[in-house]
């Protein structure tokens, strides 16, 4: 008899089973309203990866924010009162009528807020204040007092709470990418001294108080994870430049390492966690989570953008714009290329140590590479985003021995174009012509099925 490919063999997590081991990744891009509104389009994008016919485990939503004082960037979904609920139901009723799970990723970007419709002094809140040339557009962040700690805890929580109001199977805080809490983590912009910063266990303070009030609010009967970053590698990409530097060097060049966050996921287990989401890089987008070519045509549109925003801003987009695209991917794209699951040994580490269900994200697309991650024991489920967008009936394809006919190329246009354009696919060598390239952008979020 045959053996079943890993990819399609059910797993449970807390009471919720994924039809097959693979589950989209976050992808976010502008189909909200203005005001941070779910729209049908929303409900129209995440319903054409969840049909049966696609053999997808789960959906991660985009990252749904948790603080109306950061809205970034516009057309990008919130969550932050109750008055959103409805909308998001029926994105989670659409998903479910197609037989797949529904994640709703909650986060804040903080003091990386990269966009805004006018400068906005709490685009700027973080862990400390610091100037960091690469991220976010304020010239200098500020740190967010105690009241402002205690307020956005409180977010946190009630988000998730809408999230299971809205019928969502479960409910992923993102601790990673560069955001908020990731910010609190990394040594290198945490430079505080009171509860929330000055040794290992302060700077997770946030983290815990986050996980303590979500799990409160949530009950113990309902899927929650964690998107943890293994390594933050703050070195990378060489473009990034942050004042003050900190001490000892090693937190300002690296940060957390995996010693270090795998006491964390310790801690988040004896939190009441049921899995950890594990990438690892430090900021959004990064060498570790984006493989490929340095997208300096992406960044350029994107820095652009936002120029107007502040001094900083415009000297960023002074710079990109001045160098040459080879000599820009030589010096500032020193660690972008392709590496296969890039974050593999570090999801094992962490499913062996911590003893917690594990999704490994970044660098999948082969079959092969996916079926030998499972079944190795590196991961319990992986999780996809570009190549999904690519090519959104990747694994019906793989239930059929075959492969796409055009693959996604990691060149990260979707990621760095989407706070000025539409979400899609944006590699016109995977089109026959510019024309059907934005014919496949433009139709993608619309929808004729019932």
């Known amino acids: ?25 976050s992808l976010g891009g502008r189909m909200a309203y203005y005001d941070g509104k779910i729209s049908p389009v929303f409900k129209n994008f995440e319903r054409k990866f969840a049909r049966r016919e696609n053999l997808l485990g789960g959906i991660i939503s985009a990252t749904m924010d948790v603080d109306d004082e950061r ?16 909308a998001l139901s029926e994105v989670v009723d659409a998903v479910h009528r197609e037989g797949c799970n529904y994640i709703v990723q909650i986060g804040d970007p903080g003091g990386h807020t990269q966009t805004s419709m006018l400068p906005h002094e709490g685009d700027g809140k973080s862990a400390s ?52 809490i990731h910010q609190f983590l ?65 937190n300002y060049f690296m940060g957390n390492t995996l010693e270090t966050t795998l006491q964390y996921g310790a801690k988040l287990k004896n939190l009441g ?17 984006s493989p490929g070519d340095y997208p300096i045509e992406g960044l350029r549109r994107f820095s652009n953008s936002v120029r107007h925003l502040s001094g900083k801003a415009k000297v960023r987009a002074f710079v990109l714009n001045l160098l040459p695209d080879w000599f820009a991917r030589a010096s500032l794209g020193i660690g972008w290329k392709y590496v296969p699951a890039p974050n593999a040994s570090f999801a094992q580490a962490f499913r062996h140590q911590v003893n917690l269900p594990v999704i490994c994200n970044g660098g999948f697309q082969e ?17 996809i985003g570009r190549p999904l967008l690519a090519n959104p009936n990747l694994l019906a394809l793989f239930a059929q021995n075959t492969v796409p006919q055009k693959p996604c190329t990691w060149c990260s246009r979707c990621c ?10 944006y590699d016109e060598t995977r089109f026959p012509s510019a024309a059907a390239m934005q014919r496949q952008i433009l139709d993608f979020s619309a929808d004729s099925s019932p």
């Open 273 to 289: 966690v049921d899995y950890l989401h594990i990438d690892s890089g430090f900021g959004f987008i990064n060498p570790r989570g």
């Open 129 to 180: 204040a610091f100037f960091d040339f690469y991220y976010g557009y304020r010239n200098r962040t500020s740190p967010m007092s105690i009241e402002e700690i205690k307020a956005e805890i409180d977010s946190f929580a009630c988000a998730a709470l809408r999230a299971r109001r809205a019928g969502a199977d479960g409910v992923e805080v993102t601790a990673a990418k560069g955001y908020l």
């Open 71 to 86: 809205l970034s960037p516009l057309e990008y979904p919130k969550l932050t009162d109750d008055s959103l609920i409805p």
């Open 416 to 425: 760095t174009y989407t706070t000025v354009l539409p979400l899609g696919c």
């Open 186 to 250: 990394n040594p290198a912009t945490n430079r505080r001294d009171d509860a929330y910063g000055g040794s290992v266990d302060k700077r997770f303070q946030l983290l815990h108080d986050v996980v303590t009030e979500v799990r409160r609010k949530v009950g113990s009967n309902f899927l929650f994870g964690v998107r943890l970053s293994a390594v933050d590698y703050n070195w990378l990409p060489m473009f990034k430049f942050r004042w003050p530097p900190v001490w000892p060097l090693s």
């Open 1 to 25: 008899m045959e053996k079943k490919p890993a990819i399609f063999d059910p797993v449970t997590i807390n009471g919720v089973t994924f039809r097959s081991r693979v589950v989209r990744s």
């Open 367 to 383: 079959q092969e590479l996916i079926e030998g991650t499972l079944e190795s024991g590196a991961a319990d489920l992986v999780a």
